[in-house]
């Protein structure tokens, strides 16, 4: 019976851990928010038709399409922004761990469910009192600095403001403010974060940065991103929905979408041969 | 800054070097079952051939899948890039020792042709080639790269050498053909794992440097 | 070519004169005006005339005290009746209505501004003075009220809507109210515009004279409460001014000065604090 093989000198002979790969999707999944058969109007001009979407909790769920194609409408309802719109008419369902949110109080659902927007949009007030405003109107468990300081940390941002958090949030760079934008959101401990191409206004080091963000910010929350950008989308989420002209072409997992998609309209789109 | 695909680029190394190491095993096994006359240690070769072939398939995979989702450039593109072609020619190493293997079932079963001299030498400058080719590729290593192309000529000589002194045996006695003939093909196999040990290290070469080394006769211009 | 092209040449350099010469004369004016007032009525300003009463007919002396306290008290009045209606009927146009209410009610606005001053006395006459039965501050500053009310709604819209939609936004996804946004967010983001528009109707309406004729009507001595007729620095200027006295001429140049100098500065003030910066961020 012969020796077994001389292990080589530092090439491992353990297998390596049979971790799946940082994006396959691990059984079982949960489903956080699901959209049933929605059809969105505003005043006689339909815009979506017949979306059926279910936003897996814990993980990056990103819309992509070209321009025009619904995405960002939908991205809105999902926390009832298109209600600002007077004309806009919503049909069907969407349901947030199976309760109808078309049924709750919008101020509580939009707690739950937070939105950052393509431009930083922060408040005429200093950085602690930015983050402080949800807080502010929705109470807090901790005291307001330790809440604050928390939310800042998760946005990553708590390092470069610690010592200015009075100052205005105007004096912030582009990046610094999105950030502080998802401070704020995250500040209220929502369940879902939305994410309206939050970094097309913003250059690539901060895009750079905002997207390591996201990926770990999975722990704390649901995250469904509107991405004009589908590199990003594909450097980022675990799911992606195609859209366009208002329909729902393709959702699957990001790795099968961009590598083998099952539809030939979401390969045209995704290989730049479209339009 | 880290980013979250440096994770997926180290799970995809990991695998690629298990899989070095098995083809590394796969030919150690394959060559003492031949020059120790080890039926088991053959068939144990045999047995292990899939997992070989998966792992090719896995590491396949994930090639595609960071390529297509993560755009990577300079270095990362040119890494991943010869994770596949390394992928490949671990994967023919391991289809040589099993040829090896094969081998020597069907030799075991005639008396030795003659004692064993070239061949141990061989197999011992074969299996360094692949052993240091897989180093180089841990550690990037553009020198131990260059040892083992400058390998390959030596391991092609050793294989003239055994096909001359085989040919002799074969014409002097026609009963040892059988065996002699499978030695031949058994050296074969060996300048074969050479040159894939070869290709590896021209791979790393690649990583690197950037630097295309292939067939250095071809105009580059 | 070249008599086309000289024609051009003096064409240009003719109108550049011409427009040069009206801004001139449109700037000189002020200057005049300012210069005038100083000239005649400079040295009327004293101690006195900031705090005494006006002497007796005939009698040198005396100051416009009282047109002073009789000013600020009617300015007061007009700002607490005018600006609250005309802020919050501001944010009622920029943030809850619908277009056709919005258009008539700014029509409305704009065509009250338009209203003649002393037709608006008038209606201040008949609303406050003849239920009560004697002219009164408080009649003198709802007429006042009334007209700073189309100038403060007016410019609050245009400064609240001037607010990025996006920050309404932002606040009302954080499960903010409309009102809470409104409060919150809007309004510190126009704030600064929204003092600039209620200083500018205020300085408008200090120097309104028709109206105050028959609601605030005129005293020649302190006027206690709210309830009785006060003298103001504009009616005191036109009192004096037709009144055959040269000690009165002069108080009045005097007068005129002052008014003059407080329109100048508020005027100043308002457009110092609203070049500090509105509130837009940085992209």
Redesign the interface.
């Known amino acids: 019976?012969?020796a077994?093989?001389?292990?080589?000198?530092?090439?491992?002979?353990t297998?390596?851990v049979t971790?799946p790969?940082?994006?396959e999707a691990q059984a079982p999944l949960v489903m956080r928010m699901t959209v049933d058969k929605v059809n969105f109007f505003y005043g006689p001009k339909q815009v979506l038709f017949d979306i059926d979407l279910n936003i897996a909790a814990s993980k990056v769920t990103s819309l992509i399409g070209p321009s025009g194609c619904g995405k960002s409408t939908l991205l809105r309802t999902l926390n009832r922004m298109h209600e600002t719109v007077r004309s806009s008419r919503l049909e069907g369902q969407i349901l947030i761990d199976n309760q109808n949110i078309l049924a709750e109080d919008v101020t509580a659902l939009r707690r739950r469910v937070g939105m950052v927007f393509q431009r930083p949009n922060p408040f005429p007030k200093s950085i602690f009192e930015n983050v402080a405003y949800g807080l502010r109107i929705n109470g807090t468990k901790l005291s307001m600095s330790d809440a604050v300081e928390k939310s800042l940390r998760h946005a990553a941002l708590w390092d470069e403001v610690k010592d200015q958090l009075h100052k205005s949030a105007y004096e912030l760079s582009g990046g610094q403010q999105q950030r502080l934008c998802i401070a704020r959101a995250l500040a209220v401990e929502p369940e879902v974060l939305l994410l309206d191409e939050p970094c097309s206004a913003l250059d690539p080091i901060s895009t750079?940065?905002i997207e390591?963000l996201l990926?770990q910010l999975r722990d704390l929350c649901t995250i469904v991103i509107v991405t004009h950008n589908m590199?990003q989308a594909?450097?980022v989420s675990d799911f992606t929905a195609f859209l366009l002209t208002g329909q729902l072409i393709e959702f699957s997992p990001?790795?099968q979408l961009?590598?083998t998609p099952s539809d030939a309209r979401t390969e045209a789109y995704i290989t730049g041969r479209f339009g | 800054?880290?980013?979250?695909?440096e994770?997926?680029l180290n799970?995809l190394k990991?695998?690629l070097?298990?899989m070095?190491?098995l083809a590394?095993?796969a030919v150690?096994?394959a060559v003492?079952?031949v020059l120790?006359s080890?039926e088991?240690?053959a068939n144990r070769v045999l047995a292990e051939e899939d997992a070989i072939n998966e792992l090719q398939i896995e590491v396949d995979d994930?090639v595609?899948?960071l390529l297509?989702?993560?755009?990577l450039m300079a270095v990362d593109l040119r890494f991943v890039l010869a994770i596949s072609r390394i992928n490949n020619d671990l994967e023919r190493i391991g289809d040589q020792a099993v040829n090896i293997a094969q081998g020597s079932l069907r030799i075991l079963r005639h008396p030795r042709v003659k004692p064993y001299v070239d061949l141990p030498r061989m197999s011992e400058l074969a299996e360094e080639m692949v052993?240091d080719a897989?180093?180089a590729v841990?550690?990037r290593d553009v020198e131990l790269a260059q040892k083992v192309l400058a390998s390959d000529d030596q391991v092609d000589n050793f294989r003239d050498q055994i096909f001359r002194e085989l040919l002799t045996y074969m014409m002097g006695d026609s009963s040892v053909v059988f065996p002699a003939f499978e030695l031949i093909l058994v050296a074969k196999n060996l300048e074969r794992i050479g040159d894939h040990a070869t290709n590896i290290a021209e791979d790393v070469i690649y990583i690197v440097q950037g630097q295309d080394v292939r067939h250095p006769t071809v105009d580059r211009r | 070519m070249s008599n086309r092209l000289r024609w051009r040449k003096f064409v240009s350099h003719f109108m550049l004169t011409l427009t040069g010469i009206c801004t001139f004369v449109a700037v000189a004016v002020l200057f005049f005006i300012l210069g005038y007032l100083v000239y005649h009525g400079g040295t009327s300003v004293n101690w006195n005339f900031f705090t005494k009463l006006p002497a007796p007919v005939g009698e040198a002396g005396g100051g416009m005290a009282n047109a002073i306290v009789g000013s600020g008290k009617l300015l007061l009045l007009a700002c607490l009746f005018g600006v609250p209606i005309g802020f919050f009927g501001a944010i009622y146009l920029a943030e809850f209505s619908g277009g056709t209410i919005a258009f008539i009610v700014r029509y409305a606005a704009d065509l009250l501004n338009g209203v003649p001053s002393i037709v608006i006395g008038i209606f201040a006459y008949s609303l406050v003075v003849l239920p009560f039965k004697h002219f009164s501050t408080l009649a003198g500053g709802v007429a006042l009220g009334l007209m700073m009310i189309p100038i403060t709604l007016r410019s609050t819209e245009e400064f609240l809507r001037a607010v990025p939609k996006s920050l309404r936004e932002g606040a009302m996804a954080l499960g903010a109210s409309k009102w809470r946004t409104i409060a919150s967010v809007v309004v510190p983001a126009a704030y600064r515009g929204i003092l600039t528009a209620v200083l500018l109707a205020f300085a408008r309406v200090a120097g309104e004279t028709a109206p105050l004729l028959f609601t605030a009507f005129g005293n020649r001595f302190w006027s206690p409460g709210w309830t009785q007729p006060t003298s103001s620095l504009p009616v005191m200027i036109f009192t004096y001014a037709i009144a055959p006295y040269e000690d009165w001429h002069r108080q009045a140049w005097a007068a005129g000065l002052v008014l003059l100098g407080l329109i100048l500065v508020i005027n100043i003030v308002a457009r110092v604090i609203l070049s500090r910066g509105v509130a837009v961020p940085r992209t």
């Open positions: 019976m012969h077994s093989a001389r292990p080589a000198v530092s090439v491992k002979i297998p390596p971790t790969s940082s994006r750079a940065k390591e990926v590199q594909a450097r990001t790795p961009f590598t | 800054m880290e980013r979250h695909f994770r997926d799970d990991e695998r070097l298990w070095g190491s590394e095993r150690h096994q003492h079952s120790d080890d088991q240690l994930r595609v899948q297509a989702l993560h755009q052993r897989l180093n841990v550690r």
